[in-house]
């Protein structure tokens, strides 16, 4: 405090010297430095996702190669072939029900849960936060052989619909959407705006339908592309319970068409990509410090 | 407002109830009969299937499991902390920061499918960097960079671990006021001295806490491995392999003995991890 205080009050000379102090020590090796780590870190993230796309798109195997046939042969032959299976067609359809009723369950417990918990009840949320963290310790590869022990065999029909999943990708959610509803709800004053909405006479009900919910927008669609990232990324508890989703049926048809299989995952993978971008590129110019990491 | 007291508290227990049910029957209630299971094989209390998911085969996967997440969690951590220390120190691409920011959201969720298949395209056998190193005469596979060698999984993972420890470590290392370092030139400090006894200290707990939840991300890690290798020893295929075959009696104690020690390995990492933010919390809030 006292070093802030007298740093503050000293704050022009302080910072005229720091950048002469720095221009002479870093300024020039240490950026090329930056830079040549920062453009490392960026060649290891792009070349995997070139190499998939020369792999789905190029129809020249990779032994006969070479710098001139580089731009021989590209067609998205492969892409129309898959998502033109009956079988991706059809897993697709799953995945998608999967995303809308995962979305659905997810927001009908908690969004209430997070909104009574911040108006009526703020001792509750380091609860809440601990409570929605369980998924973490019980992945989808621990909790399948739970899952395996107890409702296989006490309810075996609840088990064999494709829907079956649905809660667990609910619960598997929860970290992500409780902490982006959570945030929402700190950064528009919940409680003030509850208090005001009170004293008017508005019911609790009219107070959460009519005004937190629709402030807390850009909370909610954040809250929701994670559940539908996480929904339709999810493999292990899907294929060790034979169901038939998406990731599932990709592993399955890349088999037998690998460019085709690899085609779709990409595309997938990009389409994923920029829906979850372009929400959190939104939160982030609203300036919302949303945790998308879950913890 | 206060008129009615006691209405809020029921209120919110009217919410608190379908939550806790949900918890309750999905998540607690499947874990705790594996758990109950896991101490009592064969119908008595007995502590052999614990010991034997601790043995011969299981052991080397345990042993494996730790060792690929641990490395991958040490080096994307590094990698990490470094990139979001980096990212911070620079300002002039403005569009760095939004986009690395924006991007790691998305990578951090990629371990999966589509990651596994990314990474047969690059370093497989057919690869395009396996080709272009033949090219130069390396042989990646004798360095164990291929999809199924140890440090070709370490590579694939780091593809979700860097991401994870950049979005984890951002606010942290955003709380490192410039008036810290700055108070530290006026004083007499050197960078070095600023390092050792301001950023690194302050630091440290984040960073920890970064690298053990990397550490429960990549040992639960299951997609990739099961397409890139999936007859390899590591603790989640192992799962896979009892799972599919527990007709046999005994190898479903075994199964659930496993899972057991699964979730006493992530639940001690977590509350290790939840510790080590809580002293981060204090100061990067004020």
Do not use: C
């Not at chain 1, 006969?64 to 731009?71: A, D, G, I, N, V």
């Not at chain 1, 088990?159 to 959570?182: E, G, I, K």
């Amino acid at each position: 405090m006292t070093i802030e205080d007298v740093a503050a009050r000293r704050g022009v000379a302080l910072s005229t010297g720091g950048t002469r102090h720095a221009r002479w020590r870093s300024v020039r090796p240490a950026s090329v430095v930056k830079s040549a780590f920062i453009g490392m870190v960026a060649l290891y993230f792009i070349v995997p996702m070139l190499a998939m796309a020369r792999f789905a798109f190029q129809n020249v195997p990779m032994a006969l190669l070479t710098p001139e046939k580089l731009f021989d042969g590209w067609s998205f032959s492969g892409l129309w072939t898959a998502l033109s299976d009956p079988g991706i067609i059809s897993a697709t359809k799953t995945s998608v029900l999967l995303v809308a009723f995962a979305i659905a369950l997810n927001l009908a417990l908690l969004l209430p849960l997070a909104i009574i918990t911040e108006v009526h009840n703020p001792r509750l949320r380091p609860v809440l936060s601990a409570v929605t963290l369980l998924p973490w310790v019980i992945p989808p590869i621990a909790l399948v052989v739970g899952v395996a022990a107890t409702f296989r065999a006490a309810v075996p029909w609840f088990l064999a619909s494709d829907f079956s999943l649905v809660p667990f990708y609910a619960l598997w959610a929860m970290p992500f959407t409780y902490r982006a509803l959570d945030a929402g709800l700190q950064a528009i004053n919940a409680r003030t705006l509850y208090e005001a909405a009170r004293t008017m006479g508005a019911s609790l009900t009219t107070i959460i339908v009519r005004v937190i919910i629709p402030n807390i927008g850009a909370a909610i669609a954040a809250a929701s592309a994670l559940t539908a990232a996480m929904v339709l990324g999810e493999f292990a508890f899907a294929s060790l319970l034979l169901k038939t989703t998406l990731p599932t049926e990709m592993v399955n048809y890349q088999r037998g068409d690998p460019r085709g299989g690899l085609a779709l995952a990409l595309i997938v993978m990009i389409l994923t990509a920029l829906a979850l971008g372009l929400v959190v590129r939104s939160l982030r110019r609203r300036g919302l410090t949303v945790q998308t990491a879950g913890i | 407002m206060r008129a009615s007291p006691r209405r809020g508290p029921r209120k919110a227990s009217l919410v608190l109830v379908p939550f806790a049910a949900f918890v309750g029957l999905f998540l607690l209630y499947p874990t705790l009969v594996v758990l109950y299971k896991a101490v009592t094989p064969g119908g008595a209390l007995g502590f052999d299937a614990l010991e034997r998911a601790l043995s011969g085969t299981y052991r080397t996967g345990f042993i494996n499991s730790i060792t690929l997440s641990g490395t991958s969690a040490l080096i994307g951590g590094v990698i990490g902390l470094l990139l979001a220390l980096t990212v911070k120190s620079l300002r002039r691409p403005a569009w760095l920061r939004p986009t690395l920011d924006s991007w790691s959201a998305v990578a951090s969720q990629l371990g999966g499918v589509a990651l596994a298949f990314a990474f047969i395209a690059t370093i497989g056998a057919q690869g395009f960097l396996t080709k272009i190193l033949k090219g130069f005469g390396i042989n990646a596979g004798d360095y164990g960079i291929s999809p199924t060698g140890f440090w070709g999984l370490v590579v694939v993972y780091l593809y979700f671990q860097i991401p994870l420890m950049f979005l984890v470590m951002m606010p942290a290392v955003n709380g490192l006021r410039e008036t810290w370092r700055e108070a530290a030139a006026i004083t007499g400090s050197s960078a070095f001295r600023y390092w050792r006894s301001v950023v690194i200290p302050l630091l440290a707990p984040a960073a920890l806490g970064g690298v053990l939840l990397l550490f429960v991300n990549a040992f639960t890690a299951y997609a990739t491995v099961y397409v890139l290798n999936p007859s390899g020893a590591l603790v989640p295929l192992q799962i896979r392999f009892l799972l599919q075959g527990n007709v046999i009696t005994g190898e479903e104690d075994l199964g659930n003995a496993i899972v057991a020690w699964v979730i006493v390995l992530l639940l001690a990492s977590l509350i290790a991890m939840t510790l080590l933010q809580r002293r981060t919390l204090t100061w990067t809030r004020s």
